[in-house]
């Protein structure tokens, strides 16, 4: 995020020798980004944090594709992913490309008995069932239905669970996740145009520090492989950080929907941004307000982006035979728009009560193996007049 937090104890100026009361010192890591260029934090560890014990097992999780080169729109049961109790073998890879992975995940487990640590890519957990804690070494989070927590490369995280019902959907992104630069101010400040603001958005509160050896297993992921490692210490050992660089949430409750007289156009849902796609937030809102509006979208081409959307709550007037968990992806190349029927009915209506997540990415998707098990192969035909 570009706005700066401090949490726990750190020393007075950056680089200098930080002493612990009974003797010894704290050990500094700056936690940075884009080659000392980009956001960085710098943390306080009770031990050093490059100690490795030893590196275990390691294996493939690329996805498997199934269509490389893809013009077929299609529609997802996003919901027909079974629960899985590990929290890693849960995420499913439905689309992918070289910038990012769009993932479905059912776990019915927490996170606890390992530690996990994305090397690759930003990791965008949208909670559409469940709640619980975020744990990671710059402190906890609580989410709960409707948050989007991010948590940039490199944090080593787990997640505690409520409940065993929970679904997310995640997106993985190979460069770094961004509030949209249009939204700021040249000193990173959300401007008043903003549909959110930075009291909207929550950063870790409670650091929990664990001054232990021993043997601590991180799965690590790197390049599409998961490499087992042992640590000498625990990775929750961090008393104190400053920065811009660590994981928070935003709830899409919270996001507040710009509207017109007539259709307003995709960009206005736009929540977060990278140099490769875009995510968007549509919410409940009113409808356009032009005596002779149509509410519902025009008709339009995905030239240059591939469009998916994550299908949340509510009746999303667009569409026919649509429901919650549902993805549609509408590639680029080929126009679509309001299933027959969609625009005529939303004449006249006032409002609506959607709650989707958009994801459009500069860059075409490849459709997985996973995501053929859970599609409606005839979704491409649902614009035929019958």
Not at 133 to 145: E, I
Not at 246 to 261: C, N, Q, V, W
Not at 291 to 307: G, L, R
């Amino acid at each position: 995020m570009p706005f700066y937090h401090k949490l726990g104890n750190i020393p007075h100026k950056r680089h200098i020798q930080f002493k612990k009361p009974n003797g010894g010192f704290y050990y500094e890591q700056l936690f940075g980004t884009i080659g000392f260029d980009g956001m960085s934090t710098n943390a306080y560890h009770e031990q050093r944090p490059t100690q490795v014990k030893s590196i275990q097992k390691q294996y493939s999780i690329a996805p498997k594709i199934a269509k490389t080169n893809n013009i077929q729109s299609y529609k997802l049961h996003g919901f027909k992913v079974q629960p899985e109790s590990d929290f890693l073998e849960s995420r499913k890879v439905v689309l992918t490309n070289s910038d990012c992975n769009i993932i479905l995940a059912a776990p019915k487990s927490s996170l606890t008995t390992y530690f996990y640590k994305n090397s690759d890519a930003d990791e965008l957990l949208f909670v559409h069932k469940g709640s619980g804690k975020l744990r990671t070494m710059f402190g906890n989070l609580d989410f709960k239905f409707g948050d989007y927590l991010i948590i940039p490369r490199g944090i080593i995280y787990q997640i505690q669970f409520d409940t065993e019902d929970n679904r997310l959907f995640i997106v993985e992104s190979y460069s770094p996740i961004y509030t949209p630069k249009r939204y700021r101010n040249w000193f990173g400040q959300l401007l008043e145009h903003a549909p959110y603001c930075e009291r909207d958005i929550r950063r870790p509160q409670e650091l929990e520090t664990y001054n232990e050896s021993g043997e601590f297993t991180i799965k690590l992921k790197k390049q599409n492989e998961i490499i087992e490692m042992i640590y000498a210490s625990h990775p929750f050992d961090v008393i104190g950080y400053d920065g811009f660089n660590y994981p928070y949430a935003f709830s899409i409750h919270d996001f507040e929907p710009i509207t017109g007289r007539i259709h307003q156009p995709p960009p206005v849902h736009q929540t977060f941004e990278t140099n490769a796609f875009v995510v968007c937030s549509f919410v409940p809102r009113l409808y356009d307000y032009h005596p002779e509006s149509i509410p519902a979208p025009y008709n339009h081409s995905n030239i240059d982006s591939d469009e998916v959307l994550y299908y949340v709550d509510g009746d999303f007037m667009s569409r026919n035979d649509i429901e919650p968990g549902y993805i549609s992806l509408h590639p680029a190349g080929i126009p679509h728009g309001p299933h027959p029927g969609a625009m005529e009915r939303s004449i006249g209506k006032k409002d609506t009560q959607e709650l989707a997540v958009m994801v459009d990415t500069f860059k075409p998707l490849q459709v997985t193996e996973e995501a053929l098990k859970i599609s409606d192969e005839d979704y491409f035909k649902s614009w035929l007049e019958h």
